[in-house]
Nanobody, 122 residues
Framework: RVQLVESGGGSVQAGGSLRLSCVTS????????WAWFRQAPSKEREDVAR????????HYRDSVKGRFSISHDNTKNALYLDMNTLTVEDTGVYYC???????????????WGQGTQVTVSP
């Protein structure tokens, strides 16, 4: 079955950068909307950024605007999240998601990765 596999998480100091990657395995997912979510300890999962593959439109959570950049490589069917000027508040498990949609004002998705941990220390 098709799976999303994230990589690139790790531990960095505040102000540092990381690049998350997400690839599909076991098949392809032909969908327009791809997204990154995150979940911090004791907090609800939240959407971080999404991209519409067909026209390249992007949307970001206010707290990451200007620091994070989402991109999709159509040739590799891969999703990326470049994260710069990281803060302690960016700590959490980051999830790649595909075939996303908005329901009741909240972003949801059909396909999910297993998550990759990002830890930002002071």
């Amino acid at each position: 079955r098709v799976q999303l596999v994230e990589s690139g998480g790790g531990s960095v100091q505040a102000g540092g950068s990381l690049r998350l990657s997400c690839v599909t395995s076991g098949g392809t997912i032909s969908t327009n909307c791809w997204a990154w979510f995150r979940q911090a300890p004791s907090k609800e999962r939240e959407d971080v950024a999404r991209i519409y593959r067909v026209d390249g439109r992007t949307h970001y959570r206010d707290s990451v605007k200007g620091r994070f950049s989402i991109s999709h490589d159509n040739t590799k069917n891969a999703l990326y999240l470049d994260m710069n000027t990281l803060t302690v508040e960016d700590t959490g498990v980051y999830y790649c998601a595909a075939d996303c949609y908005v329901r009741d004002g909240k972003l949801e998705a059909v396909y999910w990765g297993q998550g990759t941990q990002v830890t930002v220390s002071p």
